[in-house]
């Protein structure tokens, strides 16, 4: 939840602090007011790039900061960030003229990409860029999805389409390939080289340790030599440990349990003693250090030549093993190879058929819902399909989906993109949001003039649905309609201010005195007694359905 906002210096925004409610927030204005300007800052705040024209004239810096309460998506990725907080967060962005920008949360410094990342799926800001968003259909395949939420067999699909799509490029490449015979004779020389150097992935770090104590034996055999005879000498500390434990026989419960804690620590010591000895013994073996670097110098140079490290030379070394036998026998690796490929596509294509099974049972339920959400915006006639039709296995599956409509009686439906008109879309789109919105994690949903081409009582009609979501979400709506400001349950209003130098946009939070004035004028024009008796009524009316409709 956005609980407040700060906003100084920004395009032609002084300084304004704005208190939000959790549920419905209305902003109202005149046009040019400065309405979309609260949006866009707070836009700027949680995913925009820096950019200096948007401080306000004369000013050398800009500063945007939002206080929001944190969820347990946001806790994981603020505690891997190793920022702390009491349940909520406080992000303050800085922009300057001269480059100087910074983003903090509770005065830590983080990312762009972290702050994206962050509120990537927590802010859902809606304008006509997002209508076009839903009617383009591309996007349709993954709504649908949205709403099946398993995520479990689509991970098991990406598993098995990755190990596919790697079955085929090599078998393309195989299948393209041939060799020479200089380049076979190559290869050949190369693979014989590998093979007498033996090579082991751990062998490399065991001479490197080897060389090392090679070099300070000295200092290991002085310093090991001393720490034995410390433990094992005349008087050692085994000896006394030993008389301590043979001392302690009373039979007393608490000297017993000291009794058997330095017992057990007796044999645990002496099973530390006894890998120091093994080392120290390697001390007295004829340790070849000739052999050794010569060891390590053809690691090195095998490494050089083919640029990789003892992992990579053993994986090139399976490599060539397979590029001289699929030389010697072609067909046959071929074959092979195809198996594991038809196998691999059986298997995606298996995960593919079950995701589209779970498709087409969820787009029935999908369709019931969003018609439902039509039929209270008063689109009382909507024929909502989901049409998916069997394309090759891909990345998403075997399914190529698009969402159709049909707005009025026996009328065929077609492309979402292709029909309503702009208050149709705009109402269709408030269904869309009020079925994907319930199933996101969104907690704040801004509807930037979601209401276009609406008057009458679709306006109504409008204002309650984005009331329902609001029982869930926090909303912030910018409107030109009474009926929808009448439904918030925190209004504001956006006015221009001038002085002798510069025009300032303001913003107060209005009483319910204010509200009444504000949809008498947005109604109207007008603050007549009977405008504002009609506004007052509007305004008992959308609260009292709210009311009833949330229960």
């Known amino acids: 939840m956005l609980k407040s906002l700060y906003i100084k210096n920004y395009a032609i925004i002084d300084e304004l602090h704005l208190e939000f409610h959790p549920f419905f927030n209305v902003f109202t204005g005149e046009t040019g007011a400065g309405k979309s300007i609260i949006v866009g800052a707070l836009s700027f705040l949680i ?4 950019d200096p024209d948007i401080i306000k004239t004369g000013q050398e810096k800009a500063i945007i900061e939002g206080v929001f309460s944190v969820d347990e998506s946001m806790d994981e990725l603020l505690k891997e960030a190793e920022i702390d907080h009491d349940g909520e967060i406080i992000v303050r962005r800085v922009i300057s003229r001269d480059n100087h920008n910074t983003i903090r949360i509770n005065e830590m410094s983080v990312t762009l990409n972290f702050l994206s990342q962050l509120f990537a799926d927590h802010i859902d800001i809606h304008s006509q860029k997002d209508s076009q968003y839903l009617l383009n259909k591309k996007n349709h395949l993954y709504l649908l999805d949205r709403y099946v939420a398993d995520e479990e067999i689509y991970h098991s699909y990406q598993d098995a389409y990755a ?3 790697k079955l085929e490029k090599e078998y393309r ?17 190369d693979l014989q080289e590998l093979k007498e150097a033996e090579l082991d992935v751990n062998e490399e770090t065991e001479l490197l340790q080897k060389e090392e104590r090679y070099k300070s034996q000295e200092k290991y055999i002085g310093m090991l030599s001393q720490v034995l005879d410390l433990y094992d000498g005349d008087s050692g500390i085994r000896e006394k440990l030993s008389t301590i434990i043979k001392e302690l026989h009373i039979s007393d419960e608490l000297i017993r349990q000291v009794r058997d804690n330095i017992d057990g620590i007796y044999y645990q010591l002496n099973d530390e003693i006894d890998k120091l000895k093994d080392l120290y013994a390697t001390f007295e073996e004829d340790l070849n250090i000739d052999q050794i670097e010569q060891r390590l110098y053809n690691y090195s140079r095998l490494k050089r030549k083919h640029d990789t490290d003892v992992a990579g030379l053993l994986e090139k070394q399976k490599q060539l093993e397979e590029k001289i036998a699929f030389f010697q026998d072609k067909d046959h690796v071929l074959n092979e190879k195809k198996k594991q490929l038809e196998e691999a596509y059986r298997q995606a294509y298996s995960i593919a058929g079950q995701i589209r099974n779970e498709r087409i049972a969820k787009a029935g339920e999908l369709e019931e819902q969003i018609r439902i959400q039509c039929d209270d915006l008063l689109l009382t006639n909507v024929n909502f399909q989901i049409r998916m039709d069997e394309t090759e296995l891909g990345p ?21 993109r ?9 109402r269709l789109m408030l269904a869309l949001k009020s079925v994907f919105t319930s199933i996101s994690e969104v907690f704040l949903v801004i509807f930037d003039e979601i ?8 306006a109504l009609a409008v204002g309650q649905k984005i009331a329902k979501i609001a029982e869930n ?14 439904c918030a349950d925190a209004h504001y209003y956006i006015y221009k201010e001038d002085d002798l130098l510069e025009t300032k946009t303001k913003v107060r939070q209005l009483n319910h005195e204010e509200i009444i004035r504000e949809i008498a004028y947005i109604s109207s024009l007008d603050d007549s007694a009977s405008a504002l008796e009609a506004a007052e009524q509007l305004y008992a009316t959308a609260q009292s359905r709210k009311k009833h409709e949330n229960g």
């Open 451 to 458: 209401d276009t081409g609406i008057s009458g009582k679709t």
């Open 473 to 486: 979400k926090q909303v912030i709506c910018i409107t030109h309609l009474p009926s929808v400001a009448a």
């Open 47 to 50: 995913r925009g790039k820096a």
């Open 173 to 189: 490449e195989l299948s393209e390939n041939t060799y020479n015979e200089a380049e076979l004779e190559y290869y050949r020389f």
């Open 418 to 426: 292709n029909v309503a008109s702009g208050g149709e879309i705009s």
């Open 163 to 165: 190990a596919y799509q």
């Open 396 to 416: 998403q599956g075997i399914d190529d989906v698009e969402f159709y409509i049909a707005l009025n009686k026996n009328e065929e439906p077609k492309p979402l």
